[in-house]
């Protein structure tokens, strides 16, 4: 019996396909060039409807790019560093607050303490000075 050879139909296909890519190839190949000396011509012959649409397109390209808001001068240069400063300030004084913090309440005692006593110790000596006051007519 003859067994069918399927190796070579196969062998035979695949030959065949790799000719067609390459002949295809070539093809593209050749009409690139072509497309590529006739783009050059006309440019060489049109330069400045080539530049209008170099230019175009970049500002295209570039609105497309920066599609992100700008921010204004004012936020720039004064929303920006008026905040800055604000902040700086304020943590300069909440640290100046938290250091004389202790001191304040020392003080605060000390003077209500020196209320009391001079409280306590003036009633008798305020007594006394109305009382030699009216002898002498002042009061």
């Given amino acids: 019996m003859n067994e069918p050879n399927y190796n070579e ?3 035979s296909m695949v030959e065949q ?3 067609k890519a390459q002949e295809t ?3 593209a190949r050749e ?3 072509e497309a590529v000396v006739r783009g050059q011509r006309y440019i060489r ?3 400045v409807p080539a530049i209008v649409g170099a230019f175009a397109l970049g500002a295209f390209v570039g609105i497309l790019l920066s599609h992100r808001e700008k921010e204004s001068a004012r936020e720039r240069y004064w929303d920006e560093p008026v ?3 604000k902040d700086w300030f304020h943590s300069l004084c909440s640290s100046v607050a938290n250091a004389l913090r202790g001191p304040y309440e020392a003080t605060r005692s000390s003077v209500e303490h020196a209320a009391e006593e001079f409280g306590a110790q ?3 000596a305020l007594k006394q000075a109305r009382k030699t006051g009216r002898k002498l007519g002042f009061w």
């Fill in 17 to 19: 396909a790799k000719d």
């Fill in 45 to 47: 012959e049109n330069p």
């Fill in 9 to 11: 139909g196969a062998t």
């Fill in 25 to 27: 190839f070539e093809t």
């Fill in 31 to 33: 009409q690139t060039r």
């Fill in 122 to 124: 003036a009633g008798p």
């Fill in 83 to 85: 905040s800055a400063g």
